[in-house]
């Protein structure tokens, strides 16, 4: 098969170093993130009726559906909501269900409960879903098979919807043309209740609910509660209690002093008063969602040094309301946590200190756990959570909650122990860099560079007081030697501590400093599985600034954050994560010499100009405008550290063609989008000056079109547009070299001079050298969202073309030598291009698996990929983010300075002994002969 | 061509909506029910693909999918599948009769190949349509680490040159004393002729070696080798 062919060719053709299986899970990383889950969204749930054990279902903030194994929080299955969709996320379930209902934007689907497999979806087209319930009973009687979903639309099509549950096929309809804003839906046995906010033009916000039939849709009343002026909006409203068997509707006055609950479907409201004293800062409403459980409730009160609460029971013949016991106010922050078990409800409070369990019949304490603290959720409180209660005997025997912590760290607490907790402040990382430590290097070059202005005794004097202060290391180091020595043989030798990353070897231990789109900083250790070595929230230094976007740039010991709505910048350190004054910065002196200045560039008006930076007039110095009718999506500068090895490429008969290395390239790529062309442009960035064009038709110009530049290399890719009859289909990657010349063995025009300017040709040898380029244009299977080119010290190591494959949720490394624009078409290399490495050219390039830096880690949403050279020339660290965090390192040509897991050390330590002992052996042997050969001649 | 009947069907009808299915049947490579959810597959055309998760029953429903020539394309974590080339168009169910059906049709396709350049058929049919997609192969991500073999070690020519060497050092002397004294003789006459072993003992030669004049290339021969060499040259090949 042709297929297969080409499969096994693209194998054979690039022996790329692969991830080795025992090095898999160990050199990377994989942070498989959710988001910050949603309060109301987030439960316990048996994944099918019958089943043992129940997992953790939740949906996150940024719509990411994810299941967790309350075990030991590894993620069981997630979907990743593809579009951002508006609305709120909703995620529900039905008692005793295989299946949970989701619903985001547009889409309404059904999920299989316990292998996260897609069982309906339906989209209501130009609305959005506002809430979704399931329809637990119908008529008092609870369905066994499917539950069908009830869904409330807003946004255009303002209505109510059921669905079935089996096909997600609609069986009515109800049409909302009051114009009211739709709030919520809420079940009970009986009837489904619309709440919706009707705002009059004149006076205040009214809250209207209407009563639906389970079964046609039809109207079945309708009535209106007055608010007295308190809801304005939809925030205003507390709670509006879903699937209770006594519904609730719960609202506040502005100043949180006053709690107004009507019972959904009676008009009457009931008034309570929030306990006097300190002000309230926040009610939040905790209320069983079962049907068949006790009607009770709880109110939290949250004040600015503490928490309390109060139990109300509900009366259901005579539907009142009344307050049953209060729980203590508590110091401290805490939150509530609502569990049914058959009828009975019961409530969790759980501080950071201790987790209590109650009824909700009377304020006995039924169990008490203190929560011994970790490290990861050291100075944070419960946000909100989830608890699962198991009561015998009138005392709860255990329980488990599920925790959102103010830091961002979600976690289970198992009878007052921290089981696990997971990182989700992590997810959603906008911008990431690698964190510059003040190096110890350079502090002992500068203590050599003293030495040499002294004169030679006091200099003398340094170096011996020097070596001196070097000793108190010695005992410690000597200390280590055995159990270094011992780890290294054994092969399992312990990760080293953050403070080793000063002491770090081979330079693998480099810390990311990533910040969220929230402003959550949080610096990573690479090398170390990606451990978080410290993470801080940006709002505590700018407590009115909300982030957006937040960038960062990377200094020596220190990151600056600057964000759009932030004024000025704020500066952290890189190795604690404290706040530093911009006057502890010592001003850095530019990189520029003496006497040269930078050209910085940036997009102005859509067109890219070029600034010198040492001028305070911001006027340009070059201007690049599109041609007319092109607009500009994107630049690519070559890195800044991008160090060459070789300035030529050796040919096969030993001739050289020389590289076109010049460090101030920039790829621009335009597009237009009525003839469907994307072009891209080479630019000088000193001069302005215009180095190569290509030009490409049929681009599909709304998908993206990454592009990535190095050495003497660039590379772009894009997707081929189908609605011209173009000849084929798919997605393309393009790679282009540039070289002075040709011809090999030449230097074109500037060989001879000794120096070049691209500022004023005309004064060197001719006009400006402009790059001889080999393009080349291969078909590859998936799209790709963003490409970058691996790092390493020198640049001898061979260099690999990361891009990023959002379909398939994974990173690949294309090796250099598969994708050379000098690959022979049309003929078989001759044996001095096979000397080489040079293969015939396919058309086509498929990613062979081996390629996956990821290999079965599914990274999803990455956004950018960064990458760093090691302590070590064969390696070089990549480090990927997005809504996932990734980190790995790769040897493009092999660990070749470095001995992998394959050498065993055992094996040669044995080799050595037995070496030894032959030696013993055989040196009796050899003296007895030598003194025989004496005597006899 | 073809396809631009299509799209030009596609302007006439308006807004057509085909609905069909990728199924994946259990084969002796692949029991799909053991594929992760992350499986999905997108029907590629102009703008953003058309995407479907894998449903409890192994297969990717797309629905509502307008006229035009779609690439679609398995994604899987575990195993390749082949592309296919579907084709929606509208077309008349009787000649002249104005009368438009959604018609669907399947064919393998080859990445780097022509779009006109089709494989096997892989379905045609009205609405509903069911296309099995089969897994090629399943992924391997790992590199083998190529463990210790007793085998390929003795194999290994540099063990080979160190085992017939040792069978010469310990094999020749009992074969010289198990020669009759003529030919030995002989054997002896011949190495000292032998420029080799010219004059003086081979273990005192051996003994007397200097490493360091020989490292520095001080022997004659050695000398007028370099000399001849494309010194450079050969520098940059290594």
């Known amino acids: 098969m042709r297929f297969d062919a080409a499969l096994a060719l693209a194998a054979c053709l690039a022996p790329a170093a692969a991830v080795f299986e025992d090095d898999a899970h160990h050199i990377d990383f994989h942070y498989a993130l959710l988001g910050l889950p949603k309060h109301d969204a987030t439960f316990f749930q048996k994944p099918f009726a019958g089943s043992k054990a129940s997992l953790l279902y939740t949906i996150s903030q940024n719509q990411t559906i994810g299941v967790v194994n309350p075990k030991d929080g590894a993620l069981v299955w997630r979907q990743a909501s593809s579009h951002d969709g508006a609305g709120p996320g909703l995620l529900r379930s039905g008692e005793g269900q295989d299946t949970v209902v989701s619903a985001a934007g547009d889409r309404i689907s059904a999920w299989s409960a316990s292998d996260g497999r897609l069982v309906w979806e339906t989209r209501v087209a130009g609305a959005t879903v506002e809430d979704l319930e399931i329809l637990e009973q119908e008529d008092g009687i609870t369905d066994t098979e499917a539950k069908d979903a009830i869904v409330l639309l807003g946004n255009g099509k303002p209505g109510v919807k059921r669905l079935d549950g089996k096909t997600g096929r609609t069986k009515w309809t109800f049409e909302d043309a009051s114009g009211d804003t739709p709030f919520q839906v809420s079940t009970s046995p009986t009837t489904i209740y619309y709440i919706s906010l009707h705002t009059p033009m004149i006076g205040a916000s009214k809250l209207r609910v209407t009563s639906l039939s389970p079964i046609t849709g039809k109207k079945l009343d309708q009535y209106t509660l007055s608010s007295d002026s308190d809801i304005q909006s939809r925030e205003h409203i507390l709670f509006a209690g879903a699937n209770t068997a006594a519904p609730l509707i719960a609202w506040t006055d502005v100043a949180n002093k006053v709690l107004k609950i009507n019972i959904i479907g009676t008009k009457g409201v009931s ?19 079962r049907v068949n459980s006790l009607a009770h409730f709880l109110v939290e009160y949250q004040t600015a040094v503490g928490h309390s609460a109060d139990v109300y029971h509900v009366d259901l013949k005579k539907s009142t309301i009344s307050k049953a016991y209060s729980l203590p106010a508590l110091k401290g922050k805490g939150t509530f946590t609502t569990s049914t078990s058959d009828a009975n409800v019961y409530f969790t409070r759980v501080t950071a200190e201790e987790v209590t ?10 169990g008490r756990w203190p929560v011994r603290g970790t490290p990861a959720l050291a100075g944070a409180y419960p946000v909100h959570g989830t608890s699962e209660v198991v009561v015998k005997a009138d005392s709860a025997t255990a329980v488990r909650s599920a925790i959102l912590f103010s830091n961002g760290q979600w976690s289970l607490i198992r009878n007052g122990e921290i089981a696990w907790t997971r990182p989700e402040f992590l997810s959603r990382v906008v911008s990431a860099v690698w964190a510059e430590l003040p190096e110890e290097e350079e502090a002992l070059a500068h203590k050599l560079e003293a030495e040499g202005d002294r004169n030679l005794v006091s200099a003398y004097i340094h170096r011996v007081e020097r070596h001196i202060r070097d000793l108190e290391h010695f005992p410690a180091w000597l200390q280590n030697i055995p159990n270094r020595v011992l780890g290294n043989v054994i092969g399992k030798s312990e990760e080293s501590a953050i403070e080793e990353i000063h002491h770090d070897t081979f330079g693998f231990h480099k810390l990311v400093i990533v910040v969220t789109e929230r402003g959550r900083l949080a610096a990573l250790d690479v090398g170390s599985k990606g451990k978080v070595v410290w993470h801080i929230d940006l709002n505590q230094f700018s407590p009115k600034t909300t982030f957006h976007s937040p960038s960062m740039r990377a200094f020596a010991g220190y990151v600056e954050v600057k964000d759009a709505s932030l004024e000025g910048s704020i500066y952290i350190n ?41 001028k305070s007039s911001p006027e340009a110095i070059w201007t690049f405008e599109p041609p007319k009718g092109e607009r500009i999506i994107s630049y690519t500068a070559r890195p800044v550290k991008d160090p060459v090895a070789s300035i030529g490429k050796v040919l096969g008969d030993r001739r050289v063609l020389y590289k076109y290395l010049n460090p101030n390239l920039v790829l621009v790529t335009t597009v237009v989008e009525s003839s469907r062309t994307a072009s891209v442009y080479l630019l000088d960035s000193a001069s302005g000056q215009l180095l190569h064009t290509s030009s490409h038709r049929d681009v599909d110009v709304s998908r993206p079109i990454s592009s990535t530049i190095s050495e003497n290399w660039f590379s772009y890719s894009f997707t081929i547009d189908s609605k011209s009859a173009t000849s084929s289909r798919g997605y393309q990657l393009v790679v282009a070299e540039m070289y002075e010349s040709p011809l090999p063995d030449d230097r074109g025009p500037l060989g001879a001079s000794p120096n070049a300017s691209t500022l004023q040709p005309s004064e060197g040898n001719g006009d400006a050298a402009k790059p001889h380029v080999l393009l080349q244009t291969w078909h590859i299977p998936e799209e790709i969202s963003h490409m970058t080119v691996t790092q390493t010290r020198q640049g001898i190591t061979s260099r690999e073309l990361l891009v990023t494959l959002p379909a398939s949720n994974s990173i690949v490394g294309i090796p250099r030598q598969a994708i050379d624009p000098r690959r022979p078409i049309g003929r078989d290399p001759t044996a001095q291009e096979q000397s080489e490495g040079l293969t015939k050219y396919t058309p086509m390039i498929l990613f062979d698996p081996k390629w996956h830096l990821n290999h079965k880690y599914e990274l999803i949403g990455v956004k950018n990929v960064i990458t760093s050279e090691s302590g070590i020339e064969s390696t070089s660290l990549v480090f990927a983010y997005g809504l996932d965090i990734f980190g790995t390192r790769v040897a493009p040509s092999f660990a070749f300075d470095i001995l992998g897991k394959g050498f065993n050390k055992v094996q040669m330590l044995l080799t050595v002994v037995a070496l030894f002992v032959s030696v013993l052996f055989v040196a009796p042997l050899v003296q007895r002969k030598q003194i025989n050969s004496l005597w006899t001649t | 061509m073809r396809y631009s009947i299509f799209s030009a069907a596609c302007m006439a009808s308006g807004s057509s909506a085909a609905r069909f299915m990728l199924h994946m049947p259990a084969t002796q490579l692949l029991n799909p029910s053991t594929l992760l959810s992350t499986t999905h597959a997108t029907l590629q055309a102009s703008g953003a693909p058309v995407d479907a998760h894998l449903t409890r029953s192994n297969s990717f429903n797309f629905n509502n999918v307008s006229a035009g020539s779609y690439l679609a394309t398995v994604h899987c974590r575990d195993y390749v599948f082949e592309p296919l080339r579907i084709d929606v168009s509208m077309e008349e169910t009787v000649e002249g009769s104005g009368e438009l059906k959604e018609v669907v049709r399947a064919w393998q396709t080859f990445v780097g190949n022509e779009w006109d350049n089709k494989g096997e058929s892989r379905g045609e049919g009205s609405n509903g349509l069911v296309i099995e997609v089969k897994p090629l192969a399943p992924k391997y991500y790992y590199n083998e680490r190529s463990g210790f073999a007793p085998l390929s070690f003795l194999k290994s020519p ?81």
């Open chain 1, 271 to 289: 008034t309570f008063h929030a306990p006097s004293g300190e002000p309230v800062e926040r009610i939040i409403l905790h209320a069983p969602d």
């Open chain 1, 357 to 366: 369990v109650v009824s909700s019949v009377s304020h006995g304490v039924l």
């Open chain 1, 574 to 614: 890189s190795t604690t994560g404290g706040l530093i004054s911009s006057q502890d910065i010592e001003v850095r002196s530019n990189v520029a010499a003496e006497g040269q200045s930078l050209i910085s560039f940036d997009l102005v008006d859509g067109d890219l100009e070029g600034f010198l930076d040492t």
């Open chain 2, 158 to 238: 540099m063990i080979l040159m160190a085992l017939f060497s040792m069978v010469l050092i310990f094999g020749m002397p009992y074969l010289m004393e198990n020669m009759d004294p003529e030919t030995k003789a002989e054997f002896e006459e011949m190495q000292k002729k032998s420029p080799l072993s010219s004059g003086t003992n081979p273990a005192q030669q051996l003994q007397n070696f200097d490493l360091a004049s020989w490292m520095a290339g001080k022997t004659e021969t050695g000398v007028s080798s370099r000399g001849q060499s494309p010194a450079p040259q050969s520098k940059k090949r290594s």
